[in-house]
């Protein structure tokens, strides 16, 4: 059976989306133009609502576990504090500050595709899409040919 979505980038958003239709039984194909998952770290807090998100794709628990919680966030300027913030009077399910490089996340994310069953096709690109009334073709290329 061909896949029903296609989802055109594995970062953690394309991710997250695939482990969702995977898991309500919507096969996915899901491709990204990097080799490699990111070695940079790009995002690191993570909003509750997003870790409760992770928690019903299955991998919450993990990422909890390797993480940097942090219940309270103080700025200073010149030595002196100009802000403090923390969720004394907002109780979400994780009321901390999460932190967690994107590298990490996207290594639990592949994993979890994988025991889903989906592997990442890196080093694809999109070279052009066609839509006609009864269907759609999607032309990839490889990266290195």
């Known amino acids: 059976m061909k896949p029903q979505i296609l989802i055109v980038g594995a970062g953690p958003t394309g991710m997250v989306l695939a482990c969702v239709l995977a898991q309500n039984?919507?096969?996915?194909?899901?491709?990204?133009?990097?080799?490699?998952?990111?070695?940079?770290?790009r995002a690191i807090n993570i909003a509750s609502p997003v870790l409760k998100i992770f928690d019903e794709i299955g991998i919450g628990r993990r990422i909890l576990t390797s993480g940097l919680k942090l219940h309270e966030l103080k700025a200073y300027w010149n030595?002196?504090?100009?802000?403090?913030?923390?969720?004394?009077?907002?109780?979400?399910?994780?009321?901390?500050?999460?932190?967690?490089?994107?590298?990490?996340?996207?290594?639990?994310?592949?994993?979890?595709l994988r025991a889903l069953g989906i592997q990442v096709q890196r080093g694809v690109s999109v070279t052009n899409v066609a839509v006609s009334s009864s269907d759609i073709n999607v032309h990839f290329t490889k990266n290195n040919g």
């Open 25 to 41: 039984g919507i096969k996915v194909k899901i491709v990204d133009k990097r080799e490699h998952t990111s070695s940079i770290p």
């Open 79 to 112: 030595k002196k504090p100009i802000l403090n913030i923390s969720y004394k009077y907002y109780k979400p399910l994780h009321p901390y500050f999460f932190h967690m490089e994107q590298s990490k996340i996207e290594c639990y994310l592949n994993e979890q």
